[in-house]
T-cell receptor
Framework: NAGVTQTPKFRVLKTGQSMTLLCAQD?????MYWYRQDPGMGLRLIHY???????AKGEVPDGYNVSRLKKQNFLLGLESAAPSQTSVYFC???????????FGQGTRLTVV | GEDVEQSLFLSVREGDSSVINCTYT??????LYWYKQEPGAGLQLLTY?????DMKQDQRLTVLLNKKDKHLSLRIADTQTGDSAIYFC????????????FGGGTRLMVKP
């Protein structure tokens, strides 16, 4: 049982490049979330999904897009990366009846 | 929306008790969580408390909830050097996909 898996684990992008971060969960969870973590600011919610085919904006959605075409996968896209998007990105998932959110190990993204 | 606040730093001696405090603003929060993050790692759920409880004990961990003051604390008894980490408080409610709103994290340093 892998839980929540994020790929890639590390990435360096040049300003203006695009990329997609993949989050996969094997627990049949309905809810999935993308957070970014910056020093002293905790985790801030970027986008979330309450089920396959649905997405919604979180606290800091600008510059990001997401898709949930399959229940087990939640993709986070950066269309034109900016240095302000340098951060550690965490994906999480949660079942409808579960109290615990399970987190991936994080993706460290640097935009130069 | 919800706002969750924590102090940034706490230093204790090995064997002492640690108390990490957190305040939140949304009185409709149903669950309150404590997560631990070690360097370079993801988030590990330590414990959580439902909003109709005022205390929960789990081995060395004691969570106190003052719902009137919207104040949550985590007490770690007999703190060990392995407890050195960043501790995040998070609040969840039944709206918006049960998303978690995190505090900025408290860095706990345990001195031998």
């Amino acid at each position: 049982n892998a839980g929540v898996t994020q790929t890639p684990k590390f990435r360096v992008l040049k300003t203006g490049q695009s990329m997609t971060l993949l989050c996969a969960q094997d627990m049949n969870h309905e809810y999935m979330y993308w957070y970014r973590q910056d020093p002293g600011m905790g985790l801030r919610l970027i986008h979330y999904s309450v089920g396959e085919g649905t997405t919604a904006k979180g606290e800091v959605p600008d510059g990001y897009n997401v898709s949930r075409l399959k229940k087990q996968n939640f993709l986070l896209g950066l269309e034109s990366a900016a240095p302000s998007q340098t951060s550690v990105y965490f994906c999480a998932s949660r079942g409808q009846m579960n109290t615990e959110a399970f987190f991936g190990q994080g993706t460290r993204l640097t935009v130069v | 929306g919800e706002d969750v606040e924590q102090s940034l730093f706490l230093s204790v001696r090995e064997g002492d008790s640690s108390v990490i405090n957190c305040t939140y603003t949304d009185s409709s929060s149903t669950y309150l969580y404590w997560y631990k993050q070690e360097p370079g790692a993801g988030l590990q759920l330590l414990t959580y408390i439902f909003s109709n409880m005022d205390m929960k004990q789990d081995q060395r961990l004691t969570v106190l909830l003052n719902k009137k003051d919207k104040h949550l604390s985590l007490r770690i008894a007999d703190t060990q050097t392995g407890d050195s980490a960043i501790y995040f408080c998070a609040a969840a409610n039944n709206n918006a996909g049960n998303m978690l709103t995190f505090g900025g994290g408290t860095r706990l340093m345990v001195k031998p």
